[in-house]
């Protein structure tokens, strides 16, 4: 494993007046001074429950609430304020628990509709709806409405993939029109449900979840299955390898920031994995504090190759010793940034502009307050506690590769879609923006 570096951050736990534009250093007169933080924070009127991001776009990064997908909500990251916060409502079930931005700023919601049927809503960069579809699904005597459970939505190769526990569909993202549709895994393999689709060159690849490394290669013009690899831990028993934060890193080489959890034990460990499509692993440790209490809440990547990741720790000594982190890797794995930050912000991290997070602060039922972090001089977000990150090996299996694979079966089938009925509510709110050194 590469050596990561921790850049010693300073940590400054006074808060100053925001900084005026144009303020320059005195020994360079003309440019910014680095001794201002960029840190602030955004204070909404109105509470949006289990708020997480869910991508950027240009100078906008984009959230909605994940248990429902009611709202969508987009931030400006110059000014940092919010500019649109839009409410969809229907009077079918349409729970979207699986979001994602394209590179055009599309948004795509992948839901629940009910009695085991899915659906999928695409939203334009500026909050309207350009569809919105039901999936109706046969369920057969062996299934339960578990199996069609919304993991993933990508644009990958110029189509839409919607992941569920146990299938997957291609979709036409410009019109939601059904493709292609297969079964992923087998009733009697519900322990490695379908956690994230990835692109892999011109193919693209289903990960599974279990207790390994798991995942097919599909041919993206007919999903014919070309490879299936499993990559066991050496260390046993774990209670599984939840693998849903995998993204490409570049051709043939891909990244996971996520956690497992002994079976002995009550706190789950930080991973970090790099591998290939044959399933060799390139790079990979276990990312831990000191009492082993380390859990990624989410992961996203910059434009830049950047990978933010945010992660809880708690010492159960006492409230005050509570903390959450926030580390930035660049695409080599090297860790250039970490700042650790006050354990009222519960929810995921989103980078941007090299040295910029995001979180949100859900710290009452009165506001939502969406802290802007500089990870270079963080500024007040500073938490007097850090944490201590060790790195330990971790040792896997040889790879289990088929290439010769049968094709999926499933008791589940596709019976077609139907266009769902929706309105658009633009709510209204006001907002404080501050800034703090």
């Not at 925001?18 to 204070?43: A, I, Y």
């Not at 279990?210 to 290669?217: M, N, R, S, V, Y």
């Not at 506001?367 to 330990?392: A, M, Q, Y």
Request: proline content about 4%; charged content about 20%.
């Amino acid at each position: 494993m590469k050596a990561l570096h921790i850049l010693c951050l300073l940590l400054l736990l006074s808060c100053g007046k925001k900084e005026v534009p144009g303020e320059t250093d005195d020994n360079n007169p003309g440019t910014p001074d680095p001794r201002l933080s960029n840190s602030g924070s955004t204070q909404l009127s109105l509470p949006i429950p289990n708020f997480e991001w869910i991508g950027a776009h240009n100078n906008h990064i984009y959230g909605c609430d994940i248990l429902t997908g009611t709202y969508l909500a987009r931030f400006n990251t110059v000014d940092l304020k919010m500019d649109i916060l839009k409410k969809y409502s229907s009077a079918e079930t349409f729970q979207a628990i699986a979001h994602s931005v394209d590179i055009q700023g599309n948004i795509y919601y992948y839901a629940k509709a009910g009695g085991g049927n899915v659906g999928l809503m695409k939203i334009d960069a500026n909050g309207n709806v350009q569809w919105k579809k039901k999936l109706k699904m046969t369920l057969s005597a062996y299934n339960d409405p578990g199996d069609m459970q919304p993991v993933a939505v990508k644009h990958i190769n110029g189509y839409l993939w919607a992941l569920s526990s146990l299938y997957l569909f291609k979709v036409n993202p410009e019109n939601g029109e059904v493709l292609n549709t297969i079964g992923i895994s087998s009733t009697g393999e519900r322990w490695t449900p379908g956690q994230d689709i990835i692109k892999a060159g011109e193919n693209i690849m289903v990960q599974m979840g279990g207790g390994q490394l798991h995942f097919h290669i599909l041919r993206t013009s007919d999903l014919k299955p070309l490879k299936s690899v499993k990559t066991p831990f050496k260390m046993f028993p774990t209670s599984g390898f939840p693998t849903n934060t995998i993204l490409d890193v570049a051709a043939n080489r891909f990244f996971a920031v996520t956690h497992y959890r002994e079976q002995s034990s009550l706190f789950p460990r930080g991973v970090i994995i790099e591998f290939d499509s044959d399933g060799k692993i390139l790079n990979s440790a276990i990312l831990k504090d000191g009492l082993d209490q380390f859990e990624v809440t989410r992961m996203h990547r910059d434009k830049d190759g950047n990978y933010a990741v945010a992660f809880n720790t708690t010492i159960e000594l006492g409230s005050n010793l509570k903390t959450k982190d926030v580390l930035i890797f660049n695409k080599n794995l090297e860790l250039i940034h970490k700042v650790s930050l006050p354990p009222n912000l519960k929810r995921s991290a989103i980078s941007f502009n090299t040295s910029m997070v995001t979180l949100v602060n859900e710290n009452n039922f009165k506001n939502t307050i969406i802290e802007w972090v500089d990870t270079k001089n963080p500024g007040c977000k500073s938490n007097n506690r850090l944490t201590d990150i060790k790195l330990e090996s971790l040792a896997f299996n040889t790879p289990e590769v088929q290439t010769n694979v049968a094709a999926f079966t499933s008791f589940m089938s596709y019976s077609g879609s139907e266009d769902m009925a929706y309105t658009v509510e633009d709510v209204n709110f006001s907002q404080t923006v501050s800034a703090c050194n």
